[in-house]
């Protein structure tokens, strides 16, 4: 089934009932009522994408339900006797660990929202790392964050965030929050000196300012399948960087209710090793 096809059924899902998932009870297919958490899966890739240097990226993703009652998870593409099955709530069962699909696969590079049941939410978790099939024998990847509501800031930094040469650095920024269709987000990029090492005296210098677009997908009835989204896959363009080897990127909208949410990869043009840098 085409990927386009799966949304569009996955959105009609959206507005029906289906049976229980437990204690015979009926359950909504789409997302349901309030409160409920919203996560992010940030990069999520089915298929292996080629990459530099004869480089295969994958990512390897995992949900887990540490309680002792079944756990729902919206947004997970899952079969059963029916095709229907992979377009409504799966009920992820106590102990149970899996390696899901995802409802919109071909675009979840980009990312993706899940939504967790208020009732179990703490106990769904989640791992996510990034690796290169290449070079498989040597690194077991890189770990990447699966952020929930809570994570998401009005303001934040990027701290440490290396320059030099040889590496190569890609900055993403991810919303749940959709403001306007297009909203905007000011990125500050400040000179690090790692001479410091008291805490009074000059403050950081500010190397320049850039403002980015977060970018939508469409939606498909009234939930949002992907967060907003802008990448800058050359830091330079953000500001003048000079002989800047170290940096820290403020990032902050241009809304004061939109909460965002980023992350820096930092790859070594030779080597392959990948280094994630996230708001701490």
């Known amino acids: 089934m085409r990927p386009r096809t799966r949304i569009a059924l ?3 899902a959206l507005a029906v009932a289906t049976p229980a998932a437990r204690g015979g009870e009926p359950r909504p297919q789409g997302p349901p009522p309030e409160p409920r958490e919203r996560v992010i899966v940030p990069v999520f890739t089915p298929e292996p994408i080629p990459g530099v ?3 295969s990226w994958t990512t390897d993703f ?4 540490q309680g002792t009652d079944a756990a729902v998870v919206f947004g997970v593409f899952w079969d059963c006797m029916i095709p229907e099955c992979g377009f409504v709530p799966a009920s992820v069962e106590p102990g149970r660990t899996f390696q899901p699909h995802l409802l919109d696969e071909a675009a979840a590079a980009h990312g993706e929202i899940l939504y967790l049941e208020q009732a179990t939410r703490d106990d769904v978790r989640f791992g996510l790392r990034f690796r290169d099939l290449s070079r498989q024998e040597s690194t077991w990847g890189t770990e990447l964050p699966v952020p929930r509501e809570e994570d998401f800031r ?3 930094s990027l701290v440490d965030v290396p320059v030099e040469e040889g590496f190569r650095q890609t900055l993403r920024i991810y919303s749940l929050d959709r403001i306007e269709d297009v909203d905007d987000v000011i990125v ?3 000179r690090l000196d790692p001479s410091r090492d008291q805490p009074s005296g000059d403050a950081d210098e500010l190397l320049g300012t850039s403002t980015l677009s977060l970018a939508y997908a469409p939606l498909y009835g009234s939930t949002p399948i992907h967060p907003g989204y802008a990448e800058v ?3 330079s363009t953000l500001a003048p960087l000079g002989d800047a080897q170290r940096i820290r990127l403020e990032i902050e ?3 004061a209710s939109l909460r965002l949410w980023a992350f820096v990869t930092v790859i070594h043009n030779e080597t392959q090793h990948a280094t994630v840098i996230t708001p701490q």
């Not at 995992?62 to 339900?65: E, G, Q, S, V």
């Open 233 to 235: 896959t050359d830091l």
């Open 53 to 55: 240097n004869g480089a």
């Open 62 to 65: 995992w949900i887990a339900n």
């Open 154 to 156: 009005r303001r934040f």
């Open 253 to 255: 909208p241009v809304a």
């Open 10 to 12: 996955a959105a009609l």
């Open 188 to 190: 500050r990029v400040y």
